[in-house]
């Protein structure tokens, strides 16, 4: 079993920045593809960023690419999401989640691990 806690949420304003973490536990984190998935209230939940398992290659929806930046560090067991020029709607609960599949996937049904998420609100 694989465990997902995200870190680093938070209020900003229009055109700040924030970065989320998220420290995996219980599996070799890498044999994980790790992905970032938001969801705002009444929608559902979209896909983000993913990476590759060396962290090698990188996927992105096509409303943030370019402003936001998804990493990791595999000695940490933790992924990051590095988001600027954010614009209020950004705003969301981003979670974290993990797939021991081995390839990355847009669909939230591919990842077996999730996060709890984290509050990401951006003011106009």
């Known amino acids: 079993q694989v465990q997902l806690v995200e870190s680093g949420g938070g209020l900003v304003q229009a055109g700040g920045s924030l970065r989320l973490s998220c420290a995996a536990s219980?599996?070799?984190?890498?044999?994980?593809?790790m992905g970032w998935f938001r969801q705002a209230p009444g929608k559902e939940r979209e896909f983000v960023a993913a990476?590759?398992?060396?962290?090698?290659?990188?996927y992105y929806a096509d409303s943030v690419k370019g402003r936001f930046t998804i990493s990791r560090d595999n000695a940490k067991n933790t992924v990051y999401l590095q988001m600027n020029s954010l614009k209020p709607e950004d705003t969301a609960v981003y979670y974290c989640?993990?797939?021991?599949?081995?390839?990355?996937?847009?669909?939230?049904?591919?990842?077996?691990?999730w996060g709890q998420g984290t509050q990401v609100t951006v003011s106009s």
């Open positions: 989640a993990a797939t021991g599949r081995g390839y990355y996937s847009y669909s939230s049904g591919s990842y077996e691990y």
């Open positions: 990476d590759s398992r060396s962290g090698g290659s990188t």
């Open positions: 219980g599996r070799t984190f890498s044999s994980l593809v």
